[in-house]
């Protein structure tokens, strides 16, 4: 990379010019080409307003889990303990294929979960988000706010978003 101002070569990922000390960390960001990269590389995941998640206790039987999946029409329900914060997550997946395989709904919740879940900070970047949902396989992702549980964000809600910038709209959900 070559320092703007004494127009030496450093090495990727430098901070500052190895000649003039001139800071140059803003020069190999990646610059957005049109209005999707702009907003998922500087919008937040907190644009996308989380919804307040579903939670139940890690010892609530499967059953009622599934119930209240299809109850609210929701594809992820965030295992929380009172003292721990959350600790899993229990998606339709893990119901399809841990779960049902075990033909054991009266099961509690955390023998199917999946624990230590990916999470998101309000003030993450969307396209971190997008991004753990792609390496991971994710649709699902809880978001914090300093270590507390905010809500959850699907990989709907990012479509969503998407779909308004390429229709032109700004504003709202």
């Known amino acids: 990379m070559r320092c703007p101002c004494c127009d030496s070569i450093n090495l990727p990922g430098v901070d500052r010019c190895s000649v003039c000390q001139q800071d140059i960390s803003q020069?190999?960001?990646?610059m957005p080409c049109d209005r999707v990269e702009q907003a998922l590389m500087c919008q937040t995941v907190a644009t996308l307003?989380?919804?307040?998640?579903?939670?139940?206790?890690p010892h609530a039987p499967?059953?009622?889990?599934?119930?209240?999946?299809?109850?609210?029409?929701?594809?992820?329900?965030?295992?929380?303990?009172?003292?721990?914060g959350l600790v899993g997550i229990l998606t339709e997946r893990d119901v399809l294929f841990r779960g049902v395989a075990r033909e054991a709904q009266s099961l509690p919740i955390e023998q199917c979960m999946t624990r230590r879940p990916e999470t998101v900070r309000e003030t993450d970047s969307l396209a971190l988000a997008l991004h753990k949902m792609d390496c991971g396989g994710y649709r699902h992702l809880p978001v914090l706010r300093d270590r507390h549980l905010l809500g959850v964000i699907s990989v709907r809600d990012i479509l969503g978003y998407i779909t308004q910038i390429c229709?032109?709209?700004?504003?709202?959900r």
Not at 49 to 57: N, S, W
Not at 167 to 172: D, K, L, M, N, R
């Open 27 to 30: 020069q190999d960001k990646p």
């Open 49 to 57: 307003q989380p919804r307040q998640a579903l939670t139940l206790p």
């Open 62 to 84: 499967l059953a009622q889990a599934v119930a209240c999946m299809a109850q609210h029409d929701i594809g992820a329900v965030l295992v929380v303990e009172p003292e721990e």
């Open 167 to 172: 229709a032109g709209s700004h504003h709202g």
